[in-house]
Each structure stands twice: as C-alpha cells, then as structure tokens.
C-alpha cells in the first residue's frame, strides 16, 4: 500500500485546500528568509497598503436634495371612512373639524406666530443684511451667467464678479474720502463766516427786529451750555457716531461674506425652492421664479448704472458752473439716484441750494442742466438700460417707494420696485388667471 502525496511541500496540497491562502502557492519558510524574499515581500505590502484610501481622503458630506419620488403614496380609505396615513399605515387619523384637533392646531398656529414675530423683531438688522446680500447676489448673477456663456467656470466667475466689484468700491472710496475730508474740512471752516454774513444781512435784521430771535437763539445757548445732560449727550453722539461707523463695516463685511454665499449658492438655492411646490405645479413656479428673479437682478444693475451716469453728469456740470465741493456733491447725487422717480429730484433740489453759495446765476445754470438731464434719462437713458427689468406704473412705482422708505429707509425705497413687480406678475399670472376661468 502506497503513501499519499500530500506531504510533499511543494505540491498541490495548498491549491485543493479551500481553507488554504487564496494568493496561491507560498514558498518555503526557508527561502522567505533571503534578503531577496525579504524585499519582494516588504514591497508587495507596501503596494497594499498604498491602493487603500487614505483616512482624511475621504468625499466630504454635503447637503444634498432627496431624488424625486417616482410614485405617490395614496391614502387610503379605511372602514370608518376616514383617511389613512400616508406610507400604508392602517390607523384612522383624527377627523380635522374634530374640536381637539382645531384647539390643538390653533393653539400651535398662535404659537408659531408670535415665535416668529420675536425672532423678526430682535433680528431685524441681521433680516436688513440678508435682504441686501440677496439683492446684490440677483444682480451678479446675471453677469455670473455671461460669463459662464463665455466658457467661464461658475465659481471662477463667482470670484471675477465679487473681486471687479470689491475693487470698484474700494478704489472709488479710496479716490473719493480724501476729497471728501478736505472738503468738509473746508465746510467746517467757513460755517462760522456764512452765519456771520447770515446775522449780519438785512434779512436777518427785519426778522430780529420784529420776532427777537437774536435773544432767543442767545438764552438757548446758554442754557444748552450750562445743562450737563446737553454736553453728555455730546459726548454720547460722538461715541455713537463711532459705534456707528463701526457696526456699518461689520454690516458691510457679513454683506459681502453673504453675497459670496448666495452668490454660489444661487442654483442649488432655487432647485430646493422650487422642490417645495407640488410636482403638478413645479414647472410653473420655476417658470414665475426665473422671471421675477431675473427681472430682479436687471434691475439692480440697470439701476447701478443710471445711478453711475446720473452722478457722472452732475459732477461734469458742477465742474464747469463752479459749483463748490463737487466730488462731495456728486458722491451725494449717486447715492440718492439709486432711489428711484425721487432721488434725481431730491438731489438736483439740494445742489441747487448749495449752488446759491456760489451766486444765482450758477445755481441758476446748474438747475437748467441737471432737470434737462432728468428728462433726457427719464425717456432716452432708463427705457434702454431697463428693457430687460421690471415694468411697473408710475403710481405703483411712487407708491411702493414712498411705503418701502418709510418701512426699511433707503434699502426699502431700493428694493420697492421690483418687490412692486414680482407681486404684480404674480397677481397677473395666478390671480387674474383663476378668476379668469370662472
């Protein structure tokens, strides 16, 4: 009778074992102590070890939107005839006219209401910078576009955008608060000889004469000077005056840093907004959306650029008429122009009055040129810069500001219109169209 095989050490006793290595045929622990075996084996294992991933190479987690349900639950009927809930579960919900179910919800409902109302009140400026991120991100979004037209990468263009924007602003501050020192400087100075050519006119006189107002202003000095609260609230006004410079650049960094966010964020933003309406009416609502959201953006930079022309204008005149403090002026004309229907009005009024420092002729002149202007950009400048933006009535238009201003200030009067427009489309194209079907 014959030996089996199997103690042979090289055979194939470890390919016919299934418990054996799966690698296959090892060599002899002798031969694995040569330095050559050695090698081959510290290098197989470092192979291994370099084809695993990395610890921190991991994908980071991110926010993602659910896919869409190709099927809807149904609910059901049960025996009582009461609905089901959804996902198949067999049990009866409560009836909604049952008289717990409407305290309940109605108790949830007040509270829910007066929640919100006192997270709006104690957030309202956080809410003021958000509104303004939102509206700066609509109006770089239009440019984003073109410039992904151009075979530009969304966040190289995101950068583009913020940056030609960050450095206009800077450079315009930068070129414009020395002039702008100096020349309050040089108001600071000469306030003291206009008042004393003021009290020195013969105006002045015939109104002393008849009413005593050098008296009177002369005990409301003294008595301001002698009152301790009066120098404390001064002194109170300068601090606050640099609280409020303070919070105004925080302001502008949490803006900038938000528009930054909204900025890039604007696609998958309106993706889960849209997610939020009924797949039956989703195409519509996107449909509404892309269009009051445009409009939007349009209009922001079509106001940026009225505003700018608006200004350019002003300054060129004041320059040749020689109304004083010129830079100072046309900052002014530039911020108030982006209020619309009003601004050109209210800032042509102001230069003209302080033009008159420099004579009637000048103001004169200057008032001739700046309301030729106005008309010029009311019907040649705006209806080709704003043909892409918001269309809204003149009394609409007036309206909205008045109210927008009185509410949030200058941000309000800013975003008065074209808040106008969106809820008139929205008027226009759900309102109109359901009442036009019945």
Known sequence: MTEPAASTPTGNAASQDPGGDPRGPQEPAAQLSTPRAAVAGFLISMARRLRQPLPGAQPRLRFEMPPEQEE????????????TARFGSPGPRMSAQHPLYLGFMGTVGVGAALLVYWIGSNTTQLLLWIVTALFIALGLDPVVHWLEGKKVPRPAGILI????????????FATLIPTIVQQVTQIVQEAPRWIQD????????????QFGVRDRISQELAKFVN?????????????????????????????????????????????????????????????????????VGNYVIGQVCVALLNATFAFIVMS??????????????????????????????????????????????????????????????????MQKAVAVPGAVAVISVIAGGSLLGVLGALIAIPTAAAIMLLVKEIFIARQDKH
């Open 72 to 83: 809807e639950v149904d609910v059901g009927a049960g025996p009582d005839g009461e609905g």
């Open 161 to 172: 955008s913020v940056a030609v924007l960050v450095l206009a602003v800077a450079g315009f």
């Open 198 to 209: 003021f009290i020195d006119s013969d105006f002045f006189h015939t109104v002393d004469n």
């Open 227 to 295: 009152n301790p609260e009066a120098m404390s609230g001064i002194f109170g006004g300068v601090v606050g005056f640099g609280s409020t410079v303070a919070n105004g650049l925080f302001g502008a960094l949490i803006v900038l840093v938000l528009s930054l966010y909204f900025l890039s964020a604007m696609p998958a933003m309106k993706r889960w907004g849209y997610r939020l309406a009924p797949r039956s009416r989703r195409a519509r609502v996107e449909a509404l959306s892309e269009e009051i959201t445009g409009s």
């Open 320 to 385: 040749i008429v020689g109304v004083p403090f010129a830079v100072l002026l046309a900052f002014i004309v530039a911020l108030l122009a982006f209020i619309p229907l009003v601004g050109g009005m209210i800032a042509g009024v102001l230069v003209t009055l302080i033009a008159l420092t420099a004579g009637w002729q000048t103001a004169v002149v200057y008032a001739i040129c700046y309301f030729a202007y106005l008309q010029f950009e009311a019907y040649f400048i705006s209806p080709r810069i």
